[in-house]
């Protein structure tokens, strides 16, 4: 735009010149031309410019070291904007906070986007403008809200293999209040229990009184407990081994949770949409040095990662 101010600035400086020292119709009309043509191009551009937005297609998700597009694009009335166009675009990864810029003068851009780490990474539409038809005149655009990628790890089963025989006996408890339950234990019969909850048969056969006691059942309290640290790589290995033991204990219809000892957070996985949440919240900032205590548990397991890592390297 700088370049087009300035030709111009020393067109009008010539079209005035060659008035001052040519007097005559044909003079004053490059002259008056001259002076209105940027009102005119502005005139023309505007109506187009108040119809344009600012959008952005990025994937919610991605896989580590999988090639995908990031497109940020000026649209007029959902068409591509035919005006001069100048965006700013931000890609930065949250967990390290380095941002890499790009600057494009076009009505659209497309990144190809491969992370070698898993993390959150966020588009930002720093700064969109449009221009007039002769690029004297800039109007700045309303930048839509940062847009955000989910690489994921690539589940790497951990070794040794955790021991999830737990988890296949869930225990059982007295049902609180009774009623009826699938599940009920046989016991002998105590003062204050209904007398429908007596088994006849069996107390004909003992002679004395037994009674069904429901019970429920308990679920064992899974937790998966992760540290990550300063070192991307060791974080790759620790997060792979947490989605192998979360999608093993999905498998197993075993509702869980993922403890990040670094900042404290903890999350309920029940499904694989709960275990993309837990893992965007936990890779959304950099990893805090303050380690929280994990909550209690009937089953835990411990994501080891950087102490593995040579070892890994071996294998």
Not at 155 to 182: I, N, Q, V
Not at 203 to 231: C, G, H, M, Y
């Amino acid at each position: 735009m700088i370049r087009r101010r300035v030709v111009y600035f020393f067109l009008l400086i010539g079209f005035t010149a060659f008035f001052i020292f040519w007097p005559g119709w044909i003079s004053r009309l490059f002259v008056v031309l001259a002076l209105a043509l940027p009102l005119l191009s502005l005139l023309i551009s505007l109506p187009f410019a108040r119809s344009l937005t600012v959008g952005m297609l990025v994937p919610e998700k991605a896989r580590r070291n999988t090639e995908t597009e990031l497109t940020a694009v000026i649209l007029s009335r959902g068409q591509p904007c035919a005006l001069p166009c100048f965006m700013r675009i931000v890609l930065r990864d949250l967990m390290d906070d380095t941002p890499t810029r790009y600057s494009v003068r076009s009505s659209s851009v497309a990144i190809a986007f491969t992370a070698a780490h898993s993390g959150v990474w966020q588009l930002d539409v720093a700064k969109a403008a449009v221009y007039d038809c002769l690029g004297l005149f800039s109007l700045r655009l309303k930048s839509p809200a940062p847009a955000r990628v989910l690489v994921l790890p690539a589940a790497a089963p951990p070794a040794p293999t955790p021991d999830y025989t737990a988890l296949s006996t869930p225990a059982s408890r007295p049902k609180p209040g009774g009623g009826f339950a699938e599940i009920h234990e046989l016991r002998e019969y105590r003062p204050g229990d209904p007398m429908r909850s007596v088994h006849w048969k069996l107390t004909a056969k003992t002679d004395e009184l037994i009674v069904r006691e429901p019970q429920q059942t308990l679920n064992p309290r899974a937790l998966i407990r992760i540290r990550l640290s300063p070192d991307r790589d060791a974080d790759d290995l620790a997060l792979d081994r947490l989605a192998a033991v979360s999608d093993e204990l999905l498998r197993r219809d075993v509702a869980h949770r993922i403890f990040c000892e670094n900042d404290g957070f903890c999350g309920t996985v029940a499904s694989v949409s709960d275990f993309e949440n837990c893992l965007a919240a936990i890779l959304s900032a950099p990893p805090g040095t303050e380690f929280a205590a994990p909550p209690a548990s009937d089953w835990c397991y411990v994501v080891p990662a950087a102490r593995d890592r040579s070892e890994e390297a071996e294998k």
